[in-house]
């Protein structure tokens, strides 16, 4: 069994975005209900221990709502660790909510590893305490529980087709490290986390064919939709996400179980539940999640 809670389902800025006036923002302002936090799950194999995937600026406030990630001692935590997908804001700046002193295992690309150490603002986490470990593309590990023991929980990262980190472009070569997907299994479930995509290459649909449970890059739902909303010049394609209405197709006949879209931009149409967007993807089998939603595998 691998148990998921979704702490996060928005992508970087959330919804809303504090800065942004566009209609899904000014709507989730007056309905809480359509509020999201940035991208983030929860996985854990025993219902005991927990690892993150990926670390976001809202990770404080997730973890208060999700009971299964509170101390059950004075001082402790039930998170083992966190694996990071890629080294984007959104991705790593929860890591600093963490820094209290609990022992967690961090993996990471080599690359985002880097990007740690370069960053002394990082050093917040005692080494004593946080063990970093530099995962490779095709090479299976299973994340450590607190003893030692291993968690049941193995996890093959991928290259995600992408692109390098967007505050590193100009000063970093893109690389195939930058952006990984993650191929996790237990007991022959397969969970298949690519929450940031940009073209389902026939490598990315060879990883996700046949999963049980895909959580999916589903930033935009149409590639120019920045531009065509007015909110910025850059198309889906150039920050390195496919649009949903390319990859819903293109996921279509992989023989995957759920689907579940991650990482949303608040632009997303699909957002809205009366949004004739939100019903083609439903229809098309595809989840869009809610804060705090459970899922069992
Ligand atoms: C992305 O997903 O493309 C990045 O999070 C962009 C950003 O940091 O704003
Ligand atoms: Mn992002
Ligand atoms: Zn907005």
Redesign the pocket.
């Known amino acids: 069994m691998i148990k998921i809670v979704i702490l996060g389902s928005a ?3 959330g919804l809303p975005q504090w800065n942004c006036g566009c209609d899904n923002c000014l709507t989730a302002r007056r309905e809480p209900g359509l509020r999201a936090s940035q991208a983030s799950i929860a996985i854990s194999g025993d219902g005991e221990h927990w690892f993150l995937i990926n670390a976001s600026p809202d990770l404080r406030q997730q973890i208060v709502d999700t009971p299964v990630l509170h101390p059950r001692a004075l001082r402790h935590s039930p998170i083992a660790g966190v694996i990071l997908t890629n080294g ?4 790593v700046t929860g890591l600093l909510s963490l820094r209290e002193g609990s022992p967690f295992t961090l993996y990471a690309h080599q690359r985002v590893q880097e990007i740690l150490r370069a960053n002394s603002i990082f050093n917040a986490l005692n080494p004593e305490k946080v063990t970093r470990i530099a995962i490779e593309t095709s090479v299976a590990f299973e994340p450590t529980l607190p003893d030692g023991s291993g968690s049941g929980l193995l996890i093959e990262p991928f290259i995600a087709p992408g692109k390098t980190t ?2 590193l472009e100009g000063v970093a070569e893109n690389d195939e490290g930058d952006t990984l997907g993650l191929r996790i299994t237990r007991n022959g479930k397969v969970l298949v986390f690519l929450a ?1 995509c940009a073209a389902v290459t026939p490598e990315a649909a060879d990883r996700l064919a046949g999963a049980d449970l895909v959580f999916f890059d589903g ?1 935009l739902w149409r590639d120019d939709e920045l531009i065509a909303l007015g909110l910025g010049q850059k198309t889906g394609q150039r ?3 496919i649009a949903m209405d390319v990859a819903m197709p293109a996921l279509a006949d992989l023989g995957i179980g759920r689907k579940v879209f991650l ?1 949303i931009n608040n632009s997303n149409p699909a957002w809205r539940r009366d949004a004739p967007e939100r019903l083609q993807a439903e229809q098309a089998g595809w989840i869009i999640p809610a804060d705090g939603m459970e899922m069992t595998l």
Do not use: F, I, S
């Open positions: 992508a970087g800025g984007e804001v959104d991705a967007l505050y940031a930033t920050m390195g996400h990482h």
